[in-house]
């Protein structure tokens, strides 16, 4: 079975702040991905990445960054925290981009900013 | 016009009945089809893939994929509680670079009443 692992399920921070959401999984996937989950707007799109090093916008980028150094860790910035970025944020991976496969699920963290 | 499409409900069904969530699509060329099972608070399960015309049976669950009329539905027979959440359809597009982009459907609330 595929693990996505997210480091923090809740969190909590202040406006102004610089926030890392953190996720590994442990299924050599070459993609992955971070969504943010608000009521009545779904899942929508920050960043992915398709491979080491590599990064593409999503929908929804602005306020934020990644970085993906290692091929299992995708890691979320908030460069400076604001009320609007409270959400619940999911990662997910998948096995590459030509694949028909599904992505799967971190247990997502719900960020809350004060 | 989105790429995914369903009635957000909410849908209401007695316990033992037969729920059936419904999800229109709208690229032509889409090849894999997903429902994901989303508890409130929590991160999306995959529960079913769909690849095929026709009918995919797991369980309780029957996934039907009809690629003439771009509509994908999940039946679930014998309601139970437990199955209370939100379904959310995804569906693979393939872009003019080969990868496959994952949209998601709203999701449809399903309560399961006792």
């Known amino acids: 079975d595929v693990k996505v692992t997210q480091s923090s399920r809740y969190l909590v921070k202040r406006t102004g702040e610089k926030v890392f959401l953190e996720c590994v999984q442990d299924m050599d996937h070459e993609n992955m991905f971070w969504y943010r989950q608000d009521p009545g707007l779904g899942l929508r799109l920050i960043y992915f990445s398709y491979d080491v090093k590599m990064k593409e916008k999503g929908d929804i980028p602005e306020g934020y960054s990644v970085s993906r150094e290692k091929k299992e860790r995708f890691s979320l910035i908030l460069e400076s925290a604001s009320t609007n970025q409270t959400s619940m944020y999911l990662c997910?991976?998948?096995?590459?981009?030509?694949?028909?496969?599904?992505?799967?699920f971190g247990d997502g963290t719900r960020l809350s900013i004060l | 016009q989105k790429e995914v499409e369903q009635n957000s409900g909410p849908l209401s069904v007695p316990e033992g009945a037969i729920a059936s969530l419904n999800c229109t699509y709208s690229d032509r060329v889409s090849q894999s089809f997903f429902w994901y099972r989303q508890y409130s608070g929590k991160s999306p399960e995959l529960i079913m893939s769909?690849?095929?015309?026709g009918d995919k049976e797991d369980g309780r669950f029957t996934a039907q994929l009809n690629k003439a009329s771009q509509y994908v539905s999940l039946l679930i027979r014998d309601s139970q509680p437990s199955d209370s959440a939100t379904y959310l359809c995804a569906v693979n597009v393939l872009d003019q670079t080969g990868a496959n982009n994952l949209f998601f459907g709203t999701g449809t609330r399903l309560t399961v009443i006792p």
């Open positions: 997910a991976s998948r096995l590459d981009r030509t694949s028909n496969q599904p992505q799967h």
């Open positions: 769909i690849y095929s015309n």
